[in-house]
T-cell receptor
Framework: NAGVTQTPKFRILKIGQSMTLQCTQD?????MYWYRQDPGMGLKLIYY???????DKGEVPNGYNVSRSTTEDFPLRLELAAPSQTSVYFC??????????????FGPGTRLLVL | GQNIDQPTEMTATEGAIVQINCTYQ??????LFWYQQHAGEAPTFLSY??LDGLEEKGRFSSFLSRSKGYSYLLLKELQMKDSASYLC??????????WGAGTKLIIKP
């Protein structure tokens, strides 16, 4: 299994541009998450999904959108990039089938710089 | 509000023992996680505590006191590869993880 994969690894955007951060998992996990991590800060939840077709806002959703058309993919869309969105973005997933607390598995991250 | 506190940075010597503390105030509690994060990499799971007491896993141990809202991660026989950030995260009543800012651990020879 490749686990959780993210593309691109690094991207520079100009203010006002848009882009999609890709996230794919091959573990058949139901739950998927998008976090951002600013330097010296903890991870902040942007959006999450409990299954295909279902998404919900996290702590910091403004300026982002997501979709979950398949179990495997959970892309994150930035419509009008702003310098405040400069961060490292992590996608994560967990099974969501046992009814018990499960650990999350993280992708390698996407570093985004908005200038 | 929800809050998780950990020291920003700690320094220890190779071969020694270090304890990283975490205190939390969250809306509900469904367990506490410790993750390790090397610079420029993703967090990786270390331990999970939901009941009071000590969980031991090799050189790493994690302790939880729910009444005190307190946990610590104990690293023994420190190795240079243990230089990393250690993130404390609490699962709240909505089963979402609330993350601390992380403790950067510097290991000196």
């Amino acid at each position: 299994n490749a686990g959780v994969t993210q593309t691109p690894k690094f991207r520079i955007l100009k203010i006002g541009q848009s882009m999609t951060l890709q996230c794919t998992q091959d573990m058949n996990h139901n739950y998927m998450y998008w976090y951002r991590q600013d330097p010296g800060m903890g991870l902040k939840l942007i959006y999450y999904s409990v299954g295909a077709g279902i998404t919900d806002k996290g702590e910091v959703p403004n300026g982002y959108n997501v979709s979950r058309s398949t179990t495997e993919d959970f892309p994150l869309r930035l419509e009008l990039a702003a310098p405040s969105q400069t961060s490292v973005y992590f996608c994560a997933s967990r099974p969501g089938t046992s009814g018990e607390v499960e650990t999350q598995y993280f992708g390698p991250g996407t570093r985004l710089l908005v200038l | 509000g929800q809050n998780i506190d950990q020291p920003t940075e700690m320094t220890a010597t190779e071969g020694a023992i270090v304890q990283i503390n975490c205190t939390y105030q969250t809306s509900g509690f469904n367990g506490l996680f410790w993750y390790q994060q090397h610079a420029g990499e993703a967090p990786t799971f270390l331990s999970y505590n939901v009941l009071d007491g000590l969980e031991e896993k090799g050189r790493f141990s994690s302790f939880l006191s729910r009444s005190k809202g307190y946990s610590y991660l104990l690293l023994k026989e420190l190795q240079m590869k243990d230089s990393a950030s250690y993130l404390c995260a609490v699962m709240d009543s909505n089963y979402q993880l609330i993350w601390g800012a992380g403790t950067k651990l510097i290991i000196k020879p």
